[in-house]
């Protein structure tokens, strides 16, 4: 669990750094990506609702993200990776009690 702690936190980092190289607030990104309801969920104070024009430059930090985050997976072969993303989906689907 630490290292998938420590892989989520790395892509955490990464993307918050493309959402900025994209131009966005990270206010902006909160609304883009959870919308306004979530963004006063995590703290924002009325953040408003998210320019439409705004949407590519999310979409770029989204791939932005991708690109920077490629290079921990590039080893692993084909296998391994499908491998590693059924153990991540079985991690992040299963039931809290």
Do not use: K
């Amino acid at each position: 669990m630490q290292r998938i702690h420590v892989l989520r936190e790395h892509r955490g980092a990464c993307h918050l750094m493309a959402v900025r190289l994209s131009g966005l607030s990270t206010r902006e990104a909160m609304v883009i990506n959870l919308g306004v309801g979530e963004a006063t969920h995590y703290g924002w104070r009325e953040p408003g609702p998210a320019a439409a024009a705004l949407i590519p430059r999310w979409q770029r930090a989204e791939r932005l993200t991708n690109e920077l985050q490629a290079p921990l997976y590039a080893t692993l072969t084909a296998r391994q990776r499908a491998g590693f993303a059924q153990l991540v989906d079985a991690l992040t689907s299963a039931p809290t009690s």
